[in-house]
């Protein structure tokens, strides 16, 4: 009986247009929730166009632009605020409580925020748990940022290793030997990269 009802479930949701993106990025390393599209397409959290947890805070969606398979905020308890723009890559993962801040408050006057130029997160990177990236940052593709590090200056090459506070590398990646790897099936968050342009220049705002 398990397994039959295992199998009615992947029907429909391979059968139904709105609920496909569960079937279609089942093997992906970030497969849709259920529960998460189905608030997405009721319109209960329909300016944050991805999957999150519960517990994670993401603050101005609509100036945070994700790559494919990029989900920050989908692990417990992280804090994503896209006040001054993020932009994130394809496939970078964000591990659980990891803080991205675009915007610093005023330290004359805590009720006003600061500009400052987005954050902008490569390709095929890897933010470690409880990390820290503060507004300007810029990362190369390929960076990976160990668990309670505090980023607070931009390393553009990319193919490194960063840790401590404030961040540093403490190694450098041969890129021959780093895996490029790209899905069947993409979707930044729970649209098709096919409609993610179209859905970008109606939803989402622009920044240098």
Same mark, same amino acid.
């Given at each position: 009986?398990? #397994?039959?009802?295992?199998?009615?479930?992947?029907?429909?949701?391979?059968?139904?247009?709105?609920?496909?993106?569960?079937?279609?990025?089942?093997?992906?390393?970030?497969?849709?929730?259920?529960?998460?599209?189905?608030?997405?397409?009721?319109? *209960?959290?329909?300016?944050?166009?991805?999957?999150?947890?519960?517990?994670?805070?993401?603050?101005?969606?609509?100036?945070?632009?994700?790559?494919?398979?990029?989900?920050?905020?989908?692990?417990?308890?992280?804090?994503?605020?896209?006040?001054?723009?993020?932009?994130?890559?394809?496939?970078?993962?964000?591990?659980?409580?990891?803080?991205?801040?675009?915007?610093?408050?005023?330290?004359?006057?805590? #009720?006003?925020?600061?500009?400052?130029?987005?954050? #902008?997160?490569?390709?095929?990177?890897?933010?470690?748990?409880?990390?820290?990236?503060?507004?300007?940052?810029?990362?190369?593709?390929?960076?990976?940022?160990?668990?309670?590090?505090?980023?607070?200056?931009?390393?553009?090459?990319?193919?490194?290793? *960063?840790?401590?506070?404030?961040?540093?590398?403490?190694?450098?990646?041969?890129?021959?030997?780093?895996?490029?790897?790209?899905?069947?099936?993409?979707?930044?968050?729970?649209?098709?990269?096919?409609?993610?342009?179209?859905?970008?220049?109606?939803?989402?705002?622009?920044?240098?």
């Amino acid at each position: 009986m398990k #397994r039959l009802l295992k199998s009615i479930y992947w029907v429909v949701m391979r059968s139904v247009p709105m609920l496909s993106p569960v079937y279609r990025t089942r093997a992906t390393q970030t497969p849709i929730p259920l529960l998460s599209l189905l608030v997405f397409r009721l319109g *209960l959290r329909r300016h944050v166009y991805w999957p999150t947890h519960a517990s994670s805070v993401v603050v101005d969606p609509q100036r945070i632009h994700i790559g494919i398979e990029t989900s920050p905020g989908l692990m417990p308890s992280c804090y994503i605020q896209g006040a001054n723009g993020i932009e994130i890559g394809d496939y970078t993962q964000v591990a659980a409580g990891v803080s991205i801040i675009s915007s610093n408050h005023a330290l004359t006057d805590n #009720r006003y925020h600061l500009p400052s130029p987005p954050v #902008r997160i490569g390709s095929h990177c890897w933010i470690g748990t409880h990390a820290v990236i503060l507004p300007g940052v810029t990362l190369g593709s390929y960076t990976i940022v160990g668990a309670g590090a505090v980023v607070t200056k931009s390393f553009e090459s990319g193919y490194q290793v *960063l840790a401590g506070n404030p961040a540093k590398v403490i190694r450098v990646l041969d890129s021959a030997e780093c895996v490029l790897h790209r899905s069947a099936e993409e979707f930044h968050g729970f649209i098709a990269a096919s409609d993610f342009p179209t859905f970008r220049s109606r939803h989402l705002a622009t920044f240098v």
